[in-house]
């Protein structure tokens, strides 16, 4: 049996019939978002690794002029505060930085050693304005530094045998044990001057001056401190001596 071309097709042939491929372009632009996506992730991958980069660089850089303007012998650690870090690069305006160093030494002149151990630096600089490569200004300048009793002594050149330890909020004992002399005097810490830190016995209880050596008086001259920034306390703890340090429109210079 044979077709007849010129029959019209059944209806079933036109509704299911061979239907023509659907087109490309539909095709790429399903594809349009999920690129677009893509692309943005990954510029904001980059913008957040180039941001963390830059902290990082920066954070090194403050920390170099920090342990210059305070005499560290040392590099402290800076962290910046706030994210995005680059708003605040650009702006050369930060927050809040937070220094923190341990087991450092400054020089200190008067002493016995020349060389005062920082058991611990604890600072906080609120509103830090960068003015050049090497200068900047910081608005509220907040810092602790602790000093242990055996670099006290070291620093003071205090004879061995000799044993610091807290006895007050601004006074110190010095236990003495040499062969058969075993007695305790007390000594005095004060502020002298803008930098200075002043030791001296106020009750030898009985002990030569000639063993106590230069714990009978002697001062230590902190180096000079940023300008802006003065010592706002001395205080003795069961650690050692405490001095807190504050500021206001503090200059920072290397």
Known sequence: ???????????????????????????????????ALITVLVILVLLVVSDFVAKAYTENRMASQVQSSLGLSGKPKVTIEGFPFWTQLIARDFKTVNITASNEGITASDAGSGLLEIASLNGTLHGMHIHGA????????????????TALA??????????LTSNGPNQI????????????AT???????????NVHVTDFGGIPTSVLGSLANFNITLPKLPAGVTIQSVSVTQQGIQITAVGHNTVLSQ
């Not at 090497?134 to 009793?149: E, G, M, R, Y």
């Not at 070291?154 to 044993?163: R, W």
């Not at 004060?190 to 930098?195: A, D, F, I, L, S």
């Open 187 to 197: 000594a005095q810490i004060t502020q002298t001057g803008p930098n200075e830190i």
């Open 1 to 35: 049996m044979t077709s007849d071309p010129t029959r019209p097709l059944p209806e079933w042939w036109e509704r299911t019939g061979p239907q023509e491929p659907a087109p490309t372009g539909r095709r790429r632009r399903r594809r349009g978002p999920l690129i």
């Open 154 to 163: 070291n620093a003071g050149g205090i004879p061995q045998g000799i044993a």
């Open 134 to 149: 090497n200068s900047a200004t910081v608005d509220q300048f907040n810092a602790t530094a602790l000093i242990t009793f």
């Open 173 to 184: 004992k010095a236990t003495v044990s040499l062969g058969p002399l075993s007695a305790s």
